[in-house]
């Protein structure tokens, strides 16, 4: 992920402008890492570790989602509605 794009999702889904580390800004670089890596995969079947990686990354996001889900619940169904997921 370059610097731009992530520099626009901490800008989008933060609480404040020098907010990196709330659920919703993680929740949405995951998701970009998750896509890519996503894409990636659709090329490369036999990447093993990628796809580890993938499964580890997946569910560190529904941790989040979850946590979000519970501490915030008008937060999380904006944060899923902006990303496409499905709740």
């Known amino acids: ?5 992530k520099q626009s999702i901490l800008q989008e ?18 998701t970009h890492r998750i896509s ?6 659709r090329g490369n079947q036999h ?3 990628s796809r580890d990686g993938l499964r580890r990354l997946v ?3 529904r941790k989040l989602l979850n946590y979000l889900y519970r501490h915030d ?11 496409g997921l499905r709740h």
């Open 73 to 83: 619940h008008d937060r999380y169904l904006q944060v899923v509605q902006k990303l």
């Open 1 to 5: 992920m370059d610097k731009e794009t």
């Open 36 to 41: 890519e890596i996503t894409s990636h995969l």
């Open 59 to 61: 569910n560190r996001r």
């Open 13 to 30: 889904y933060g609480i404040h402008e020098s907010d990196v580390g709330s659920s919703p800004v993680q929740i949405a670089l995951l």
């Open 47 to 49: 990447d093993h570790s």
